[in-house]
């Protein structure tokens, strides 16, 4: 299937999951509170390295770009007028990352969705809550895949450092990139690039930020699944800075 039709698939996914939330307040501001407690997490896993260092700009970037709790609507709505254009405008290997990158944004939007429709049904905390909610929705399988997409997306940022003229050709293709409605893909990729380019500068920096990541995210999956309820609650609560 080409660029422009994946891309299209992915955000109708995305636009239908938003319809029914929008359709149901309690199930909306379920889904509204399960994405704030993900990104305070993420910001709590990654205290250390968001702290300063080598590694605290490709923190930030993921954090603001992948887990954020943003309002993706209007660029949503963009990105899947304009498909066609991603497809013709860009390289094929950037093409390939806005595919990866509107596929994860499906995949986290249909995981959060079953988690809202769970928390509504819960009780306790919020992390007791969560977990229990996480555990109710299960499909381990796609939690996996999500961080597997999210690695290979900071993957390909690391290749696209490595192309010659490219830094200079997505330069170039601000003025096209506004014109054909693509800004937020074009500040997506710039950011990207700029932050994986500094450390790519020091061999194996991005690498071992992708392998930190891969590393927490997934003994993080591996305790919300098999781990004691209380011991899941105390931890989360601590990362969430909610321990007492």
Sequence with gaps: MEAAQQIRDAVAQVVQLRQACAANPALRAAVATVKALQAQRFAGTYADVLAGGEHAAAARFFLQELYSDKDYAERDAQFARIAGAVQRLFPHQVAATAVALAQLHQLTEQLDHAMGLAWVEATGTDAA????????????????????????????????????????????????????????????????????????????????????????????????????????????????????
């Design 129 to 244: 809550r969560y977990i229990r909610s996480w555990r109710t929705v299960g499909q381990r399988c796609r939690r996996e895949e999500q961080l597997h997409v999210v690695l290979a997306i900071g993957h390909e940022m690391i290749k696209l450092t490595r192309t010659p003229g490219l830094r200079l050709m997505l330069k170039m293709m601000r003025g096209p990139a506004a014109a054909a409605g693509l800004g937020s893909l074009q500040a997506f990729l710039e950011s990207g690039f700029d932050t994986f380019g500094a450390m790519a500068r020091k061999k194996g920096s991005a690498e071992s930020f992708l392998d930190i990541v891969k590393q927490r995210e997934t003994a993080l999956i591996a305790s919300l699944f098999d781990g004691t309820p209380v011991a899941c609650e105390t931890e989360l609560q601590r990362t969430l800075g909610l321990a007492r």
